[in-house]
């Protein structure tokens, strides 16, 4: 088990997590695809305008990802930063320059909509 959460939340992440202010910014380029890698059911409660819903526990999460443009970077988040982290590995270890919303949606003071 420590192998396996070693290899997800190593030291050397090959992403970059953002407090708020900086993935606000980050997000504002129209350019960059915007991912809420939660369930279907937390993303229709509540998610950031222009969010794509790829749900990270979803046992296909690794080749729906692979729709996104390998161009764009990719900012993701979640309920609260750790499944994002997950999906910012997967998605950095396939080639994507990710972003990753350091505190997840619960303490983002941005806009949302349902």
Not at 56 to 65: A, E, L, P
Not at 68 to 77: F, I, M, P, W
């Amino acid at each position: 088990m420590v192998s396996f959460l070693s290899s997800l939340f190593g030291s050397r992440e090959n992403f970059i997590s953002q407090n708020n202010a900086d993935f606000a910014k980050t997000i504002s380029d129209k350019n960059v695809q915007l991912v809420d890698v939660r369930t279907p059911e937390e993303f229709s409660e509540s998610h950031i305008p222009g969010a794509l819903n790829i749900d990270v526990k979803n046992q296909n999460f690794s080749v729906k990802v692979d729709s996104l443009d390998k161009e764009r970077a990719v900012a993701v988040y979640c309920r609260s930063g750790a499944r994002s982290k997950v999906a910012a590995k997967i998605l950095s270890d396939k080639g994507y320059k990710v972003y990753n919303l350091a505190n997840g949606i619960m303490n983002w003071d941005g806009p949302t909509e349902k």
